[in-house]
Each structure stands twice: as C-alpha cells, then as structure tokens.
C-alpha cells in the first residue's frame, strides 16, 4: 500500500485522504500501543498502517497460582 507522509492512498479504490484524527480508527483507546488503522472514506476498507501490539501482560493467569 502506497503512504505519503500526510496522506494515505487507499489500496482498494485509490481515494487519496489526509492522515489524521479524522479518518483514523483508533484515536485514543487507552490500550493503543501507538496503531494506526484508518477505514477509506469511499470504500470503507480498513487500511492498516502501523498494526494494533498486543499488549505483553506479564504476569500469567491468575487463577494458575491461587489453588
Ligand atoms: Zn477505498
């Protein structure tokens, strides 16, 4: 998928729209791990940038030790 700096080229239809808050998926969930995923104004596929990290939650399950 073709990205510019300040744009993002959708892979499916070619609309060409700004990077940004405004077509951005995720803005500020409180589990971002800094993705960045928008959904084409024009065709409403979803395009990926930088993918969604699962966050590494160290410790295991809890109820593994609590017998
Ligand atoms: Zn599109």
Redesign the pocket.
């Known amino acids: 998928m073709p990205i510019e700096e300040h744009h993002v080229i ?6 060409k729209f700004e990077r940004g808050l405004k077509y951005k998926h995720c803005s500020n969930c409180y589990v971002c791990t800094g993705c960045e995923i928008y959904y ?6 979803r ?1 990926v940038i930088k993918p969604i990290r699962k966050m590494n939650f160290s410790s295991k399950p809890k109820d593994e030790n609590t017998i």
Do not use: Y
Not at 40 to 45: G, L
């Open positions: 959708c892979d499916k239809c070619g609309f084409c104004p024009q065709c409403d596929d395009i």
